[in-house]
């Protein structure tokens, strides 16, 4: 089992920054793919970014890519979404989620473990 608490959302100006974070229960984190998704009002949750247990293998959507950055702390429990030039299409709750695999998903349905998410609000 993985409780998993996520951290950092917040109010942003476009083009500001924030660095959301997602503290993981449990001693056996280090082997878990951790992903972060986002849901926009009257949206579908969709996938970010996701990385795999060792931080060796990263995967990112699109709209996001070249933007945001995972990355993972095994020793803290901790993985991280850094967001950088922020946009308003960008405002969604953010959810990080995890599953004991070693190889990475975009699906949502294949994470077996969910925060309870952060709000993260780009203004214009």
């Known amino acids: 089992q993985v409780q998993l608490v996520e951290s950092g959302g917040g109010l942003v100006q476009a083009g500001g920054s924030l660095k959301l974070s997602c503290a993981a229960s449990?001693?056996?984190?280090?082997?878990?793919?951790m992903g972060w998704f986002r849901q926009a009002p009257g949206k579908e949750r969709e996938f970010v970014a996701a990385?795999?247990?060792?931080?060796?293998?990263?995967y990112y959507a699109g709209s996001v890519k070249g933007r945001f950055t995972i990355s993972r702390d095994n020793a803290k429990n901790t993985a991280y979404l850094h967001m950088n030039s922020l946009k308003p299409e960008d405002t969604a709750v953010y959810y990080c989620?995890?599953?004991?695999?070693?190889?990475?998903?975009?699906?949502?349905?294949?994470?077996?473990?969910w925060g309870q998410g952060t709000q993260v609000t780009v203004s214009s």
């Open positions: 990385i795999t247990w060792n931080g060796g293998t990263t």
């Open positions: 449990g001693r056996t984190f280090s082997s878990y793919l």
């Open positions: 989620a995890a599953v004991l695999r070693t190889w990475g998903t975009t699906k949502d349905y294949e994470y077996d473990y």
